[in-house]
């Protein structure tokens, strides 16, 4: 792996989010760029972040993790117990307590961007953080099969083992975003980049990643009436055309 560059073309820019197709190794770019960069890798630490804000354990707070469910048992009475002041009826104890998750979760991401210099795997930081320009947003996908693959060889499973679990992942994830942010992952309009692993492999994908990264931070300080596709392009000379001929009517 090669050594951490801090790079000066990159100190304006907060964070790097990586969304990812499970088994894609989007978990694994992210902590390939992190090393890079120098910065510092937000996976499962977040897990811990939670936990500490509600004041759950560990593996609690990881049994919630990307999902959309509310919390139970242990949980409850640990959050009720450090929060009293949070109204909360047994009608809607799934939603309230999922929305108290979710709430966690912003303020551990919010606070990670405050500190800088992040690489954040997940957790619908992709849409948390969708208006901040000093944010680089990123997908990271991959054919099935590819996938099958990795996730047999990593988690020692089945190949059908592999691909339910690949299946269940993804509803978690699609699940998450849809039921806090109102999007799917694979809208394309959340990211800056979408890298598809399959063919570009793990360290290929690190390097147009950090190239992104400097790019966008090019930019940072550009008033928005410069961004945009048609920034500094002139206007057609004369009108726009079709590229197809008309189809000519048969014959009869």
């Known amino acids: 792996m090669a050594d951490a560059r801090p790079d000066p073309a990159h100190r304006d ?24 960069l120098g910065w510092t890798l937000i996976d499962h630490q977040i897990v811990a972040g939670v936990a500490q804000q509600l ?9 919630r993790d990307e999902r959309a469910a509310g919390l139970v048992g242990r949980v409850l009475d640990a959050l009720l117990t450090t929060t009293p002041e949070v109204p909360v009826t047994p009608d809607a104890l799934p939603t309230q307590l999922g929305e108290l998750y979710h709430a966690a979760v912003c303020r551990v991401l919010e606070e990670a961007v405050r500190a800088r210099h992040v690489v954040i ?12 320009r000093d944010v ?3 997908r990271v996908v991959a054919p099935i099969a590819r996938r ?8 020692g499973l089945s190949e059908s083992a592999a691909r339910a679990r690949i299946h269940a992942r993804e509803q978690d994830r699609a699940r998450y975003l849809q039921a806090h942010y109102h999007r799917t992952p694979d809208d394309p309009l959340l990211y800056d980049v979408t890298v598809n ?18 790019r966008k931070a090019a930019r940072l300080a ?14 057609y000379r004369g009108q726009p055309v079709d590229v197809m001929p008309p189809v000519e009517p048969a014959k009869p």
């Open 13 to 36: 820019m907060s964070a790097v989010t990586i969304s990812r197709h499970y088994g894609s190794g989007g978990g694994e770019v992210a902590a390939r760029l992190a090393a890079r």
């Open 55 to 63: 004041g759950i354990t560990h593996e609690e707070a990881r049994s």
């Open 121 to 132: 795997v997940g957790r619908g930081a992709q849409a948390l953080l969708q208006s901040r």
């Open 136 to 138: 680089l947003h990123v």
């Open 148 to 155: 099958v693959e990795y996730v047999t060889q990593r988690e």
């Open 197 to 214: 692993t399959g063919v570009l492999g793990l360290d290929g994908t690190v390097d147009l990643l950090l190239l992104a990264l400097e």
């Open 222 to 235: 550009l008033p928005a009436s410069e961004l945009g596709p048609g920034a500094g392009l002139d206007r």
